[in-house]
């Protein structure tokens, strides 16, 4: 028995050094992320606690976008993407693996201090009119995404018609096009009835003076999309290469603990398709 115990002693002395040879190797270490333009200020929100649990510090490449992140992870400049929209056929051939999927409600943000809402089946005609306005008159002011943006693909999916109606205004000269997520929210703020694609994390983690329209009579909260009563959200998916990054399947395991799961959901986000 004595020679039991000592052997559990040496055991756990072993155990202990190296996890703390594990630790020390991994603090110091950076994990480069990046990706839609949405999640900075969630990354930068998450970093000093992951940086706490792990040693790892996480470095933001910001205004990628989605295929950017993608293909820069494919490059190996980056450990980790974070994509708004599902992996393309050239991206999954580049061997690319959407890991794991997160969610935040989307919706339409305005600069107007007071917005009316719509119907979801009401948008599509609303982008299409030569003058919309708002119920007390004012003039709506829509800003598109690019083409290839996520943005522009979230919202053909999740409002009958609009992605019909989003190519059919594209090449009027009255429609702006803002280049990335932060574009697209400094235009908003700068517009007298604007209306805008954007998330709940970004318009929550940035702080904008913006408000969300009500669809369906409903908020796009976060409670309301967990119990929900609010259906529209967009996808994050956490895109890593096939010759995995150790410090980003490091961050997918921090993403799936409770501080990380709540963590998240302070930013706006809970756990998608996992």
């Known amino acids: 028995m004595r020679g039991i115990r000592v052997s559990g002693r040496v055991a756990c002395v072993v155990a202990a050094t190296l996890f703390l040879q594990n630790q020390i190797a991994l603090a110091g270490e950076t994990m480069r992320i990046g990706g839609t333009g949405g999640i900075n200020g969630m990354v930068k929100n998450l970093a000093p606690l992951f940086a706490a649990e792990t040693g790892i510090t996480l470095e933001l490449i910001p205004s990628l976008g989605a295929g950017g992140g993608n293909n820069a992870v494919a490059d190996g400049v980056l450990d980790v993407s974070i994509s708004g929209r599902p992996l393309n056929a050239a991206e999954i051939a580049k061997g690319l693996t959407a890991v794991a999927e997160f ?33 007390d008159g004012t003039p709506i002011r ?20 609009m992605a019909a109606a989003i190519a059919k205004i594209r090449p009027r ?24 694609g954007a998330s709940l994390t970004q318009i929550k983690m940035e702080k904008r003076n913006l408000r969300f329209v009500t669809i369906d009579g409903v908020e796009p909260t976060l409670e309301n999309y967990k119990n929900g009563t609010y259906p529209l959200g967009k996808p994050l998916y956490i895109v890593l290469a096939s010759k995995k990054s150790s410090t ?27």
């Open 248 to 274: 980003g399947e490091r961050f997918l395991a921090f993403l799936r603990t409770p501080k990380g799961v709540a963590a998240l959901q302070e930013t706006g986000i809970v756990p998608g398709a996992q």
């Open 103 to 135: 969610r935040t409600p989307f919706g339409l943000v305005t600069s107007h201090p007071k917005p009316n809402g719509f119907k979801s089946a009401e948008f599509a005609q609303l982008y299409q009119s030569d003058k919309p306005v708002w119920d």
């Open 142 to 161: 829509i800003v598109l995404r690019p083409t290839n943006d996520s943005d522009t693909w979230l919202l053909g999916q999740i409002l009958p018609g």
């Open 173 to 196: 000269a009255d429609i702006t096009t803002a280049a990335t997520d932060q574009d697209n929210a400094d235009m908003a703020e700068q517009l007298p009835g604007s209306l805008v």
